[in-house]
């Protein structure tokens, strides 16, 4: 009897601690919430590295996911603007709603590239708020990282410092993960590709590779056989040495232009999960970067 009681008493004086439910739009984001909150969260990506996250249904089960959520990580400037709303609205979840703290979005915490000096959303132009796809430049992804983190200490100030050493240990490994990485990419400089959409730009504008052409007529148009035939002409004055494709997108384009052209298409996974080897951010730039240099001969 007493050691029912003595047990008792110690379940009501430590109770099991709660982990944070973490609803990520996107793996790459799920994999930095994984990274700096450790075994304080559990997670959920609403998206995998197989669809547009520019393009998702608000399906019930996501609703249901964004209901039980304590902290949503998205990445923002308008890239979910088709179906964030729409789950944040039906889910009822007043912590997490756009001017709470459980809503954390990465675009906004970095500058962005490509912001339209004229916008003309008649054109179906989806980058209105500037180029969302911030992960790919490692700089940045580091400035999120720290966002986040002191985002997490202030909903779960009872792991705080927990949070804090996490972030250190990330930022020491990813640190030595962009010096490797510049390195070994020295000679990407000056080379030239043509993109399937603009998720690409932040990674191109770091490595200092030039984007000569979009497969897309507009971000978020489909290739036109117009569009293409300009594009061949492109290449004909101005030769590129890739044309990259991410694994989700449909590479119909780029073959027509490669049989063409004889431009080699590399595809390439855009964010984790994309392939069997980028299990989290590390071995995604890993992947991304080495897929680069052999496809660039
Ligand atoms: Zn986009």
């Known amino acids: 009897m007493k050691v029912i009681i003595s047990l008792t008493l110690l379940l ?16 790459e984001w799920q994999a930095l919430v994984q990274a700096i909150g450790g075994e304080h969260v559990n997670t959920y990506s609403a998206t995998t590295a197989y669809q ?10 996501l609703i249901a996911k964004t209901r039980r959520a304590d ?23 007043a912590d997490v709603q756009a001017s709470e703290l459980g809503y954390f979005l990465a675009a906004s915490h970095v500058e962005r590239i490509e912001v339209p000096v004229a916008l003309d959303r008649s054109q179906g132009d989806v980058h209105a708020s ?13 400035t999120i990282a720290k966002a986040l983190s002191k ?7 009872s792991n705080a410092s927990s949070y804090q050493q996490k972030l250190k240990q990330f930022n020491q490994r990813w640190t030595a993960a962009i010096m490797r990485w510049e390195a070994m990419t ?7 590709v043509i993109v399937y959409h603009k998720n690409w730009s932040y990674l191109l504008k770091w490595l200092g ?16 056989s117009k569009h293409l035939s300009h594009l061949l002409n ?6 590129p040495d890739a044309i990259l494709i991410a694994n989700y997108q449909d590479d119909k384009g780029a073959q027509w232009l490669s049989d063409k052209t004889g431009i080699p298409v590399i595809h390439l996974p855009f964010t984790v999960g994309g392939s069997d080897q980028a299990i989290d951010l590390f071995s995604l730039y890993d992947e991304v970067l080495s897929l680069l240099i052999k496809g660039n001969g």
């Not at 547009?52 to 089960?61: F, G, L, N, W």
């Not at 492109?234 to 030769?239: C, E, I, K, L, W």
Request: charged letters at 20%; one cysteine or more; glycine letters at 8%.
């Open 71 to 93: 902290l949503l990580v998205c990445t923002g400037a308008e890239l979910e603007i088709g179906w964030l709303p729409l789950l944040l609205r039906k889910s009822g979840n």
């Open 151 to 157: 985002r997490l200490q202030v909903i779960d100030p």
């Open 186 to 192: 020295e000679n990407l400089a000056g080379k030239k």
């Open 52 to 61: 547009d996250p520019h393009h998702i249904e608000a399906r019930p089960s």
């Open 209 to 224: 590779v030039e984007v000569i052409g979009d497969l897309e007529p507009k971000p978020g148009l489909p290739p036109t």
């Open 234 to 239: 492109v290449t004909r004055d101005n030769a």
């Open 130 to 142: 500037g180029n969302p796809h911030v992960s790919w430049d490692p700089y940045r992804l580091q």
């Open 12 to 27: 009501i004086a430590a109770p099991l601690q709660a982990k944070l439910n973490v609803f990520a739009c996107e793996p």
